[in-house]
Nanobody
């Protein structure tokens, strides 16, 4: 089992920045990739970004490229999501997820999920 705990969410004004963290514990040696997803009120959960646990490959939702950056610190077993130029439509619960098999934008490829952290962007 892998446990994931997100932190760093909160309330920010439009145009501001936030950095989310996701700390992994447990069988982290089994993790192949980490991803961030988000779910806005009344909408389905959507892919945000993903990164391989080893190597430098990163992947983003096309609509978020240039504003969001995913990174990882293997020594700390932590993945980050730097979010800049935030917009009210970025308001959502942000979830961290871990996959033991592949990098993917699809939820079903992820084996473990965090509890989520709320991000609210005011206009």
């Amino acid at each position: 089992q892998v446990q994931l705990v997100e932190s760093g969410g909160g309330l920010v004004q439009a145009g501001g920045s936030l950095r989310l963290s996701c700390a992994a514990s447990g069988r982290t040696f089994s993790v192949y990739a980490m991803g961030w997803f988000r779910q806005a009120p009344g909408k389905e959960r959507e892919f945000v970004a993903a990164v391989r646990w080893s190597g430098s490959s990163t992947y983003y939702a096309d609509s978020l490229k240039g504003r969001f950056t995913i990174s990882r610190d293997n020594a700390k077993n932590t993945v980050y999501l730097q979010m800049n130029s935030l917009k009210p439509e970025d308001t959502a619960v942000y979830y961290c997820a871990a996959s033991e098999t592949r990098v993917s934008a699809r939820e079903r490829e992820y084996d473990y999920w965090g509890q989520g952290t709320q991000v609210t962007v005011s206009s």
